[in-house]
């Protein structure tokens, strides 16, 4: 159960980051254990930005080492079928990663790459370099909780597609795969082997 306090401090900080902060009533129910989710999409619904939080019983390390291994990623990311990570020479902190989705019959595979700025346990700050998308950036927060055990995530990201992508599929992505991928990405998290926790080398 949620304690009253956390919820107080969720509600009363207005928790800003990733460029918006969450009402007190947003905050509420984060605190509660629901996924916020703030669309801000173009009048065609292909294209725009999400801003979302959600908290997730799990410390920052086993968030942020769940989002930077491929394996994992494979997991809880809807209709991804490959993810390739390359460390980038004289710098530790970014990566260049491959991803390949698959939407079946709908539409032609979708690949892509983004580089990913990296701030252990704190931050993931992505961009793509090359691929179908017109735009794909955007960045992933992580704030522990007094106890240090569990993370308010916060996620904002920028999207407009491939214009191969039917309108109708472009317009699920926002209404039901980027919830689905926050809501796996949470129960992901929350079932990892506690040895997850201890691991010390982040990999795609």
Known sequence: MKSAALILAFACAGAPAADFELSAEESQRVARGEIVIRPSL?????????????????PPRVVYEAMTRCADALKYVPHLRSCRARPQPGDPTA????????FGWYSPRVRYEFRAELVADRSIT?????GDFKVNEGLWEFEPDATGERTLLRYR???DPPGFVPSWLARRTFRKELPRMLADLKKHCETAPPATAHANIPSY
């Open 157 to 159: 990201v920028h999207i």
């Open 42 to 58: 173009e009048p065609d619904q292909r294209s725009g930005t999400v801003r979302a939080a959600m908290l997730v019983e799990a």
């Open 95 to 102: 990566r260049l990663v491959e991803h390949e989705i698959d």
């Open 126 to 130: 992505f961009r793509q370099v090359s």
